[in-house]
């Protein structure tokens, strides 16, 4: 059998219409795995589902910040044995501009949603046991940048989230685990800022460079640990927060 094999296996992967996501979502058909993809733009999530590898995926286009749409997209599945949580946005705010809107924002998409998702999985028993949960965080939560007040402390809290879970799903043989990459080649780190945001400028890449000597990381270097954490091979791993890029400081 092939190392990371993901024969058997459906897994749900959120935020697969983009980078990240999308990677994974291809992945894990690479290596045998069926897929149910989720994101908001129909278009992209559609160009994801003709790279897939395989027959039998699925696509389910919801948005995530609506509790009703959660519920249907959670309604649609068949059992599976992992989730990928990669939905989630960047907003960068220099703290003395942080307004209740900016909280709201980050904290809706980058915690709840993947905590309200993951009960509704639970409560609907539509994981199966030995399953696995994979929570994206970013290495700032542990070296933070100018501005990530409130995306570091998302990502922070959904860290926390992730080690409890894995502690009330341990009988279960379910695991949960964290990835935290560095910046990472994907539109996320490209997208055009809103008012009050900053600009992510050279100088800040460039200081961001010397800080992570690793250099910017690429969707496929997510998806590899991403395809570990689903696999069997990962079954003794749980609660762990997997750090990658930011190594070197
Ligand atoms: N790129 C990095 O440098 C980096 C580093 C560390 C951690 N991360 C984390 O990794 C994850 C994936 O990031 P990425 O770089 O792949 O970002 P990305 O390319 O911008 O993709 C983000 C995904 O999230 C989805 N999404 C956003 N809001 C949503 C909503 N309300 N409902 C449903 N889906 C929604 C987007 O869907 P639509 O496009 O269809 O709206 C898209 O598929 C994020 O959690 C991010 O914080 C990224």
Redesign the pocket.
């Known amino acids: 059998m092939a190392f990371c094999d993901l024969s058997g296996k459906t897994i749900i992967v959120?935020?697969?219409?983009?980078?990240?996501?999308?990677?994974a979502a291809i992945q894990i058909s690479k290596n045998g795995g069926n897929v149910i993809i989720?994101?908001?733009?129909?278009e992209?999530?559609s160009g994801t589902f003709e790279s897939l590898d395989g027959a039998d995926h699925k696509m389910i286009?919801?948005?995530?910040?609506?509790e009703d749409?959660i519920n249907d997209l959670v309604s649609g599945l068949p059992k599976i044995n992992g989730i990928v949580?990669?939905?989630?946005?960047?907003g960068p705010t220099p703290v003395k501009f942080i307004r209740k809107e900016n909280v709201n924002k980050l904290m809706?998409?980058?915690f709840e949603?993947p905590v309200l998702l993951t009960s509704r999985i639970l409560l609907m028993k539509k994981l199966l046991d030995n399953s696995s949960i994979v929570?994206?965080?970013?290495?700032?939560t542990k070296m933070p940048y100018f501005g990530g007040a409130l995306?570091n402390s998302s990502?922070s809290a959904i860290e926390s989230y992730s080690k409890t879970l894995a502690l009330e799903l341990v009988k279960k043989g379910i695991r949960s685990n964290c990835?935290?990459?560095?910046?990472?080649?994907?539109?996320?780190?490209k997208?055009p800022v809103t008012e009050g945001q900053m600009e992510l400028v050279d100088e800040s890449l460039g200081r961001y460079l010397k800080k992570y000597p690793m250099g910017?990381?690429e969707?496929e270097d997510?998806s590899n640990a991403i395809i570990f954490f689903l696999a069997d091979e990962s079954k003794w791993i749980s609660g762990t927060n997997l750090v990658m890029g930011g190594v070197l400081q």
Do not use: W
């Open positions: 959120t935020g697969a219409s983009s980078g990240i996501g999308r990677q989720s994101g908001r733009d129909k992209r999530l286009a919801a948005d995530l910040l609506n749409e949580h990669c939905a989630g946005i960047v809706r998409i980058n949603v929570f994206m965080s970013t290495v700032a995306y990502k990835i935290s990459p560095g910046l990472v080649n994907t539109p996320l780190i997208k910017i990381g969707p997510v």
